[in-house]
């Protein structure tokens, strides 16, 4: 085999979890959350990190531009719509990078062309044209994605791919924006692409697949055997509405079924859980048990056939090997005799390294939960990492909480935050000891978020487990994810409450209520 065959036989794979996995309702991430990611990615392999969308706000700008200055394996791309002060802002934030592309899309859909764009299919060529060409000014690498293309007229989409390429875009995308095209009707349109488009030669094709119908992998690959070779997608398939084409399933199938997928990635597949785990945490969005690869039960075997077979031979229910993907069987027990050496070795084979003040507090916590719990489990471990990844932004602290409830007395929560530095004290009365706790919140720091989402489930097995709860906040339009743990159901609950409440604090880009602070 040629080394440019192999050339061709490789996917790239492009991660969208900092840009389009953001959009998730909730998800938004702090610069810092972002950086961590993308450095996350990094470790893992992935090509091409797609950092943000730096005409969205100042603090996209930013994150982009940071993590253009810290990231140097990956290529570091900026989305851009079809416009110049998209494209010249993308070019400013990426300037620091030691590769970068930036990546323009248009509509192409008559749909979107008459309904969103109000323009007609010859203004959306010339804009095409202009945009790619304004986008090479700042780098030669340069990706156009035609948006809703799979609904797009197949010729009209053909023109623009010609016309992108012919003005220097290096990367053609061909979203599935919508999440509606069917596995081999996609892969068709990848066919017709490479057949029917004279300079097609010049540039790699690539895709983007939501799964709304549940598809979004199925089309990516399919796509991927029609001759695309990048694939676009975000770790744990996170992105607006049902999410993106699942980073792992994409890797892990194309690892998994070299016999009808001959290709290669350049994917660490051993780093998936650990990166799997930090998106997780940072956005607050729990992986369900049964998610593929890297859902909880992934490896699990509860049926006695499947058990009897697995301690036989592996391979008789297992296809891959949880090694594979950064499951590693520990030989540390932990428990309350446990040193900081241990439990810093521990996090190390769950994936986590922690900064001495993250680590100390972490410490601090497992030591508490070892007075409580008998049983100390990987998950309990992961449970309170995943609280601390935060902990360093956090402006609003729990100090202290006591609830009193039960059958013959109003549910009342006396609390102590800690505000900026300044401890503050309230006492609230409510329908429950968790309506009560959240009042108390909000007369120590008062704001007007509602609470659309709010979502409690055990770590582990037993009375004595871990709760980690699940909150959202929305305000004016801001839609925040926190989540909190502890043995105590009603603290877990005042944590991701705060969690959810520092990150809405952050998007305010304002310090807490100026009453507070005095």
Sequence with gaps: MTESTVAREKVIIFDTTLRDGEQSPGASMTIEEKIQIAEALERLGVDVIEAGFPIASEGDFRAVQEIARRVKRSVVCGLARAAYGDIDRAGEALKPAERKRIHTFIATSPLHMKYKLQMEPEEVLAWVEKSVR????????????????????????CRCIETAIRAGATTVNIPDTVGYAYPEEFA????????RVPNIDKAVVSVHCHNDLGLAVANSLRAVQAGARQVECTVNGIGERAGNAALEEIVMAIRTRADLLPYRTGIDTTQIMRASRLVSAITGFAVQPNKAIV??????????????????????YEIMRPEDVGLVKSSLVLGKHSGRHAFRKKLEELGYRLGDNALNEAFRRFKDLADKKKEIYDDDIIALVDDEIHAHEQRVRLVSLKVECGTEVKPTARMVLEVDG????????????????????????????????????????????????????????????????DTDTIVAAARAYLAALNKLLVKRGKRAPAALSA
């Design 422 to 485: 300044v401890r503050r004290e309230a006492e609230a009365s409510g329908d429950g000891p968790v309506d009560a706790t959240f009042r108390a919140i909000r007369t120590i720091v008062p704001h007007e978020a509602s609470l659309p989402l709010f979502q409690i489930h055990a770590v582990t097995e037993g009375t004595d487990a871990q709760a980690v709860v699940s909150v959202r906040l929305e305000e004016q339009g801001r839609s925040v994810h926190g989540q909190g743990s």
């Design 134 to 157: 304004r986008a090479r000014s700042w780098t030669d690498d340069v990706e156009w994605s035609g948006e809703d293309a799979s609904r797009s007229d197949r010729d009209f989409l």
């Design 295 to 316: 859902g909880a039960n992934a490896f699990a075997h509860e049926s006695g056939i499947h058990q009897d077979g697995v301690l036989k031979h592996a391979q008789t």
């Design 188 to 195: 068709d349109l990848i066919r017709y692409i490479l057949d």
